[in-house]
């Protein structure tokens, strides 16, 4: 089940954009020049692109080549006379990937690369040819473009890309007698409907009689488009059924199914985990008698770090002790290839879909209290100060003391241990929570950004109905462990570093000055101030977090400043972590659910000289990084989509309730709200409202009443009536608690 642990700093949304490239004495790559452009001041031509590349007359002819080829195909554009900008238009035919449906059903698709400025174009589709299977979300194709508005385009399709029949989720509903095809002929009646699953697509699907897989009516199932043999609703044919919309534990399925995550492991693959069995001591070092103990969620199944620590001079010895997944997982075997498949595991309320069997992921890598067990471990001297010195790696073989919940190590601190923390060697706490203090110390002279976002925790019955929904309270000791979690894995980039070992690092680059520029117009509303854009630090950001800590402001903050930063990647450029204040850092101390730190313990192994054998080369670990990088992303979206759904089910039972919630985001068709008694985000939409003529504007973030005499504003607290929702695509309609019901409901 999912760990309580807070990520040791992930970031959202979206990459950093290109930098300008190096003086390279040479023709550039397309990239590189497109890149240069975009960012470069003032107007561009060919005198500024030699320069900028150290170019000499014997590429004129080439450079001139390679303009007028980006001008054709839409990349660049005409800035004056001999002058390029980069292109806010598609080019005449590129790869764009389906993400909905209109309210006639037809297809909406956008670019799969777009670097323009603002939101990426839409791209409508024409029907597909007739007897050709309909396009379905998430379908990429080679379409024909043809601008017809700012930002619009008409597509048709050219080359289909899926190499598979794309899959629709969603909610098949048995036709009814009061549905018009009721009164259809016998032949020409359908079985029923299906509503997608993905909140994007607009129109319904039909299923034609015998199509259905006898799925019951309120089935969630899979379904694949099928050939469209005329007008009205695309067919489809049910190809696997889910289970009940009514059964919680069917939720999780439905992003599983969504996304693609791989959930069943090959023959070979657990075949190897059957046969694993413990490790011996021979050539490890004996830490069995040291009281590592592990920390972990209450529901948690995969121990995979354990720690100790005692006074040291000034400051204390600390270890961190990590499960050695690599002993059982070798490189270029059927577990590896599963591992790599699947990147990270998943963790939704209900279930787990582990990167390994759970014969190493919950046995013989998972360091369970009074069993020996595998580890790769390190040894740290901690100062008063924070500084971490003489970081030693080697290969162990130890022996958990106990296994303990944050509850129970906070409980302690606090002056209430039970008979566990009772029974651990004295001093133990105090000596954790006293390096902790150190480390934090560090932490604060960095000026690291600590984003507090709430976790969601839903609880479920054994009957697998929701119990609640609400936030889960971090602790100190989760921050306790998270600070020995980094040091470890600051240790384990520095050790590498050092020995000139390749490995992919966890790279957080800045904010872009654009975002930065953003947040600061917003805060300054809110009577928040940020320092320029040019010099700003994690530390202004975090001064911030710090300052609104206890205010009502403190949940919009955090989201605002959260929007506002880069997404975490992995990488074999250690390019630094800006939301931690650290030049270099690897992900170590999760390789039972992260691929990426057993690829950095294989590197500590050779750079150890515990294993013989090379480590990856650079072109290899970027293209690790960039697969396991989306998915991580990939499952992310799938555990916020599916707390989403469970957040829509456990609100359909109470619609008409009035909640408390604040405002997120304005925009002209309604406000973004998140409830906060389960952090779920709802839209208030426009049709909610008073009748009056509403304005939003842009610049002061409000949207007001013609005479002023309501206004909203993000942070402002609102009472909210829950008007609709929909658990399968998980989405929450609100209205005012005063006002009546909208004459025309909108599906949400």
Aim: charged share 25%.
């Amino acid at each position: 089940m999912k760990r309580q642990r807070p990520a040791t700093f992930q970031m959202p949304d979206s990459l950093p954009t290109g930098t300008s490239p190096a003086r390279t004495g040479g023709l550039p790559e397309r990239e590189q020049l497109r890149a240069f452009i975009e960012n470069a001041p003032g107007r561009i031509g060919k005198r500024e692109i030699s320069r900028e590349f150290g170019l000499g007359p014997e590429h004129r002819q080439a450079l001139r080549a390679m303009l007028r080829e980006m001008a054709l195909d839409g990349t660049l554009a005409p800035a004056g006379a001999r002058r390029f900008r980069v292109s806010d238009r598609l080019p005449e035919s590129a790869v764009v990937q389906v993400t909905g449906t209109d309210a006639d059903g037809d297809p909406i698709a956008r670019p799969v690369q777009w670097d323009g400025d603002g939101p990426s174009p839409t791209v409508f589709m024409h029907p597909e040819l007739r007897g050709r299977a309909a396009l379905a979300p998430g379908e990429r194709v080679v379409a024909r473009l043809r601008r017809v508005g700012p930002g619009r385009y008409e597509g048709r399709t050219l080359r289909r890309l899926t190499d598979a029949p794309v899959q629709i989720v969603g909610l098949f509903r048995a036709l009814g007698d009061t549905d018009p095809a009721a009164a259809a002929p016998a032949r020409f009646r359908p079985a029923g409907r299906l509503t997608p699953a993905d909140r994007r697509a607009r129109a319904e699907w039909v299923i034609p009689m015998g199509e259905d897989d006898d799925a019951p009516d309120n089935e969630i199932v899979i379904a694949i488009p099928l050939p469209q043999s005329g007008p009205g609703l695309h067919p489809a044919r049910i190809i696997q059924r889910l289970g009940p919309q009514g059964d919680a534990r069917t939720i999780s399925m439905v992003a599983v199914a969504m996304h693609g995550i791989p959930h069943v492991f090959g023959q070979e693959a657990l075949a190897q985990a059957r046969a694993a069995r413990g490790v011996s001591p021979d050539g490890r070092t004996d830490l069995r008698d040291v009281p590592l103990v592990t920390i972990d969620g209450a529901d948690a199944r995969d121990f995979d770090d354990a720690i100790y620590a005692e006074p040291d001079g000034d400051g204390f010895r600390i270890t961190v002790a990590i499960a050695d997944v690599a002993w059982y997982v070798r490189p270029g075997s059927a577990l590896d290839r599963e591992a790599r498949l699947r990147g990270n595991s998943v963790y939704f309320p209900d279930r787990v879909i582990p990167m390994l069997p759970e014969e190493l992921s919950n046995g013989w890598c998972s360091l369970r209290p009074g069993e020996d067990r595998g580890c790769i471990f390190v040894d740290m001297h901690v100062a008063a100060d924070g500084a971490v010195s003489g970081a030693r790696f080697g290969r162990g073989i130890m022996r958990s003391a106990a296994r303990l919940t944050y509850e129970q190590v906070q409980a302690a601190r606090d002056g209430a241990p039970d008979t566990t923390m009772l029974s651990l060697p004295d001093g133990l706490l105090d000596s954790l929570f006293g390096a902790w203090e150190c480390l934090s110390r560090a932490r604060a002279r960095r000026g690291t950004l600590d984003l507090d976002m709430p976790e969601r925790q839903v609880h479920l019955d054994d009957a697998g109905l929701i119990e609640s929904i609400h936030p889960r309270i971090r602790l100190d000791s989760h921050r306790l462990v998270e600070e020995f979690m980094i040091a470890a894995n600051v240790a384990a980039a520095r050790f590498l570093e050092g020995r000139h070992v390749p490995c992919l690092y966890r790279i957080h680059a800045p904010p872009t000055p654009e975002r930065l520029e953003s947040l600061r117009r917003t805060l300054d509303m809110m009577g928040i101030s940020l320092p320029p854009v040019g010099g700003l630090r994690a530390a202004d950001l975090d001064r911030v977090l710090r300052e609104v800590s206890s205010s009502d402001q403190a949940p919009l903050v955090n989201e605002l400043v959260l929007r506002a930063q880069n997404q975490a990647e992995y990488s074999p450029d250690p390019i630094g972590h800006f939301g931690l204040s650290l030049p270099a850092y690897a992900h170590f101390t999760s390789p039972i659910r992260r691929y990426a730190d057993l690829l950095t313990h294989r590197a500590l192994l050779v750079a150890a000289k515990l294993e013989s054998g090379s480590a990856p080369d650079h072109t290899e670990l970027e293209t690790t990084g960039q697969a396991i990088t989306q998915t991580e992303r990939r499952a992310a979206q799938a555990e916020r989509e599916t707390l989403e759904r469970y957040a829509a089910t456990w609100l359909q039972a109470r619609v008409g309730t009035v909640m408390d919630a604040h405002i997120s985001g304005l925009s002209r068709f309604g406000i973004f709200t998140v409830l906060d008694a389960t952090g779920t985000s709802a839209l208030l939409p426009m049709s909610a409202l008073p009748e009056d003529q509403w304005h939003h504007d842009e610049k002061t973030q409000t949207l007001s009443a013609r005479d002023a005499t309501m206004v909203f504003r993000p942070g402002q607290a609102l009472r909210v009536r829950i008007e609709e929702a929909c658990a399968i695509r998980g989405t929450v309609l609100l209205a005012l608690p005063d006002t009546l019901p909208p004459r025309r409901r909108r599906r949400p």
